[in-house]
C-alpha cells in the first residue's frame, strides 16, 4: 500500500534547522504515538498528566469568560488532549508548524473536544496571537526543537496576560550520574531503534538524543525564563532528572 504524500507545510521555518525539524515531524507524524508509547512504556502520558495538572493559574475564568490555554509545538494533539480532559471548559489552541502532525491530531478531535480545541499552523518564533490572550501557555517536548530559545520565550511571555502561567515539559540536558547515564545508555542506542522501528525515520531518533546534549540545564532554563521577564515559581525533576516541569508565571496578576 502507497504512503500518502506529506502535507505541504504552510507556515515557513525561521532557519534551515527549523525546516529539518518540520519535515522531519511531518515525516515521522503517522508513527510518532506509536514510537513515545513503545519508548517510553507509557510513562511520557504520566508526565503529561502530571504536568498538565498545574497548568491554569488561580482565578483563571473568575470573570466569566473561558479559561483561554495555548498548547504550543502541540504535535499529534495528545498533550492538548490532556489538557482538554483536565480543563473541559476552557478553550485550547493546539499549535504546531507541522502540518502532518498537526493532521494526525486533528483525527483524535471527538465530540466536546471538537468544539473546545482548535488546532492551528503557527510557528513558536512568531506567534499569531493577540498580546496577553492566554492564562496559559503549555509545551511539551518542543522546547529543545526551537531554533531561537530566548526569542521563542518572549513570544510566550507576549501572548501570557498578567499573572498568566507557562509550563513546560521537557527533556533537559542531564546533569546528574544516573540521568546522564540513562542518557548515554538508553537515548543513544535503544531509543534509536525503537523509534525506526515505530517510523522507518531512524535520523529522526537519531537526532533526539543529540537535541537532548545539546540543550540547556533546567537550571539555565529557569534562569532564561527570568532573564525575559517570567518568575519561575516550580522546577521539578522527573525519572532521576531524565525529564523535568518548569513553571513560570507572567508578573502582574492580581491577587
Known amino acids: 500500500m502507497t504512503e500518502p504524500a506529506p502535507?505541504?507545510?504552510?507556515?515557513?521555518?525561521?532557519?534551515?534547522?527549523?525546516?529539518?525539524?518540520?519535515?522531519?515531524f511531518s515525516d515521522i507524524a503517522r508513527g510518532y504515538d506509536r514510537a513515545n508509547r513503545w519508548m517510553s512504556l507509557g510513562i511520557d502520558v504520566l508526565w503529561?498528566?502530571?504536568?498538565?495538572?498545574?497548568?491554569?493559574?488561580?482565578?483563571?475564568?473568575?470573570?466569566?469568560?473561558?479559561?483561554?490555554?495555548?498548547?504550543?509545538?502541540?504535535?499529534?494533539?495528545?498533550?492538548?488532549?490532556?489538557?482538554?480532559?483536565?480543563?473541559?471548559?476552557?478553550?485550547?489552541?493546539?499549535?504546531d508548524f507541522s502540518a502532518g502532525m498537526l493532521a494526525v491530531g486533528e483525527a483524535k478531535l471527538q465530540g466536546p473536544a471538537r468544539a473546545r480545541i482548535v488546532a492551528r499552523e503557527m510557528d513558536a518564533h512568531a506567534l499569531p496571537e493577540p498580546d496577553a490572550s492566554f492564562d496559559a501557555v503549555f509545551c511539551?517536548?518542543?522546547?529543545?526543537?526551537?531554533s531561537d530559545l530566548e526569542a521563542a520565550?518572549?513570544?510566550?511571555?507576549?501572548?501570557?496576560?498578567?499573572?498568566?502561567?507557562?509550563t513546560v515539559l521537557e527533556f533537559f540536558r542531564p546533569r546528574g550520574l544516573?540521568?546522564?547515564?540513562?542518557?548515554?545508555?538508553?537515548?543513544?542506542?535503544?531509543l534509536p531503534v525503537v523509534g525506526?522501528?515505530?517510523t522507518g525515520n531512524l535520523g529522526a531518533y537519531l537526532y533526539l538524543p543529540r537535541s537532548i546534549g545539546?540543550?540547556?540545564?533546567?537550571?539555565?532554563?529557569?534562569?532564561?525564563?527570568?532573564?525575559?521577564?517570567?518568575?519561575?515559581?516550580?522546577?521539578?525533576?522527573?525519572?532521576?532528572?531524565?525529564?523535568?516541569?518548569?513553571r513560570a508565571e507572567r508578573p502582574g496578576g492580581g491577587t
Do not use: K
Request: aromatic share 6%; with cysteine; net charge positive.
Open 7 to 24: 502535507l505541504a507545510e504552510t507556515v515557513a521555518a525561521i532557519d534551515a534547522h527549523g525546516a529539518r525539524v518540520q519535515g522531519m
Open 48 to 95: 503529561r498528566r502530571r504536568a498538565v495538572a498545574e497548568v491554569l493559574p488561580a482565578g483563571a475564568g473568575a470573570s466569566g469568560a473561558r479559561p483561554r490555554i495555548l498548547d504550543l509545538c502541540a504535535g499529534t494533539l495528545d498533550s492538548t488532549l490532556e489538557l482538554h480532559r483536565r480543563y473541559p471548559e476552557a478553550d485550547i489552541v493546539g499549535g
Open 214 to 246: 545539546a540543550f540547556v540545564t533546567i537550571e539555565d532554563y529557569g534562569a532564561l525564563l527570568e532573564r525575559v521577564g517570567l518568575q519561575v515559581i516550580g522546577r521539578e525533576r522527573l525519572f532521576g532528572g531524565v525529564a523535568g516541569i518548569v
Open 140 to 146: 511539551a517536548f518542543g522546547a529543545r526543537n526551537l
Open 178 to 190: 544516573f540521568s546522564r547515564t540513562f542518557h548515554a545508555c538508553y537515548n543513544r542506542t535503544v
Open 196 to 198: 525506526w522501528a515505530a
Open 153 to 166: 520565550t518572549r513570544e510566550q511571555l507576549r501572548v501570557l496576560r498578567p499573572g498568566g502561567r507557562l
